[in-house]
DNA sequence: ACCCCGATCGTA
DNA sequence: ACGATCGGGGTT
């Protein structure tokens, strides 16, 4: 397995984010390839948690690449966020597609059900994919093709084309 | 202490 | 279309 470094991470967030298309997302038992990502882009961005600057819950958001960011949601749900770009630059990839390359393959359609089904919950707010055993996401050379929509789920900056999801 | 609401999902 | 369910963050 190739797996992806801290370079891979800290760039630009929207390469990370079309280019962790593809990509095998590795967490103990289990693994899948990454087929949906939307990305959280700076100060500026009003739907990122960090719009408003640091806060104790989005502070690793500011932190450096690599770290995995994992929230809940609507309090039922976690999700899965990658650390992009410069320390004190708060900026995250959102994983929200998966696909299980189990016979028959699963289809994790959505942020929630990606991480119900790998069994990911705040114990892995914070830890290091590119340090950890159990938990990165690794080259496999996979290529594909992708579209380009407005992230889900939110209510400001829906002008973005910041959703990537593959093509079939 | 209180209130609003959210990067969701399953059911109706 | 809507309810579940709860913590984050702002306000009193």
Same mark, same amino acid.
């Given at each position: 397995?190739?797996?992806?470094? &801290?370079?891979?991470?800290?760039?630009?967030?929207?390469?990370?984010? @079309?280019? !962790?298309?593809?990509?095998?997302?590795?967490?103990?038992?289990?693994?899948?390839?990454? +087929?949906? #990502?939307? %990305?959280?882009?700076?100060?500026?961005?009003?739907?990122?948690?960090?719009? @408003?600057?640091?806060?104790?819950?989005?502070?690793?958001?500011?932190?450096? %690449?690599?770290? %995995?960011?994992?929230?809940?949601?609507?309090?039922?749900?976690?999700?899965?966020?990658?650390?992009?770009?410069?320390?004190?630059?708060?900026?995250?990839?959102?994983?929200?597609?998966?696909?299980?390359?189990?016979?028959?393959?699963?289809? !994790?359609?959505?942020?929630? @059900?990606?991480?119900?089904?790998?069994?990911? #919950?705040?114990?892995?707010?914070?830890?290091?994919?590119? +340090?950890?055993?159990?938990?990165?996401?690794?080259?496999?050379?996979?290529?594909?093709?992708?579209?380009? +929509?407005? &992230?889900?789920?939110?209510?400001?900056?829906?002008? @973005?084309?910041?959703?990537?999801?593959?093509?079939?």
């Amino acid at each position: 397995m190739n797996r992806l470094d &801290r370079s891979f991470f800290n760039r630009p967030t929207l390469k990370v984010a @079309k280019e !962790l298309l593809g990509k095998v997302l590795v967490f103990g038992e289990h693994q899948g390839i990454i +087929t949906e #990502t939307e %990305a959280y882009i700076g100060l500026d961005d009003p739907a990122s948690h960090a719009a @408003k600057g640091r806060t104790k819950r989005n502070e690793i958001m500011f932190g450096e %690449a690599g770290f %995995a960011y994992v929230y809940l949601i609507y309090g039922m749900y976690n999700c899965l966020n990658f650390v992009t770009e410069e320390e004190d630059f708060p900026a995250a990839v959102l994983i929200r597609g998966l696909k299980i390359m189990s016979s028959p393959p699963v289809i !994790l359609d959505g942020p929630g @059900k990606l991480c119900r089904f790998l069994g990911v #919950t705040r114990e892995q707010n914070n830890t290091d994919i590119i +340090t950890s055993e159990h938990f990165y996401v690794a080259d496999v050379g996979n290529f594909v093709n992708f579209k380009a +929509t407005p &992230r889900i789920g939110i209510s400001s900056g829906v002008d @973005k084309l910041w959703r990537f999801i593959v093509k079939f």
